[in-house]
């Protein structure tokens, strides 16, 4: 009978580390389907985003990096002190992942947190002295499905072919 109980029991522990395949005992007569995908039941994050989008966009450009290329933009503002300037996706994604939407076009918004109305640092900027500028590195694997890039700002929209 001892001889029958260790191996029993050796392999009753070892299928229940099995997780949820369909060899772990004690998911037999689960009445819940199992999952058919990685997304988290809750969802991805929805865009908590509350920086509102910022200055008119000036220039746009690519510049080489060892594995991809960094998007630079160029933007102006109405005042200076604009902190937290960043480039970041339209559509709500997971955190450090960066894909196109269905059709190849990676849309992007300029935002960023304006100075407080009596600040020092809220003076009228001289549009060509002061520029603002935020760049965003992709490497070779995001860049691969992405045909062009569509940059937002609050008053115009710049596009950067591949």
Do not use: H
């Not at 199992?34 to 997304?39: I, V």
């Not at 902190?83 to 076009?105: F, N």
């Amino acid at each position: 009978m001892r001889k029958l109980t260790v191996p029993l029991l050796c392999s009753a522990l070892f299928l229940t580390a099995c997780g949820d395949s369909g060899w772990n005992p004690l998911g037999w007569f689960s009445s819940e389907p199992p999952r058919s995908t990685l997304e988290p039941e809750t969802g991805y994050e929805q865009s908590s985003e509350l920086r509102p989008v910022i200055g008119q966009i000036s220039s746009a450009r690519w510049e080489p990096l060892n594995e991809g290329r960094l998007l630079v933009v160029t933007a102006t503002t109405p005042t200076k002190g604009y902190a937290s300037v960043e480039l970041v996706t339209a559509r709500p994604q997971p955190a450090e992942r960066i894909t196109p939407d269905s059709d190849g076009v990676l849309r992007l918004r300029l935002v960023g947190w304006p100075p407080a109305p009596d600040a020092p640092a809220g003076q009228i900027a001289r549009r060509p002295n002061d520029p603002i500028t935020a760049a965003l590195a992709l490497s070779s694997t995001q860049l691969a499905p992405i045909s062009s890039v569509e940059i937002t700002s609050a008053t115009n929209t710049v596009t950067l072919r591949r």
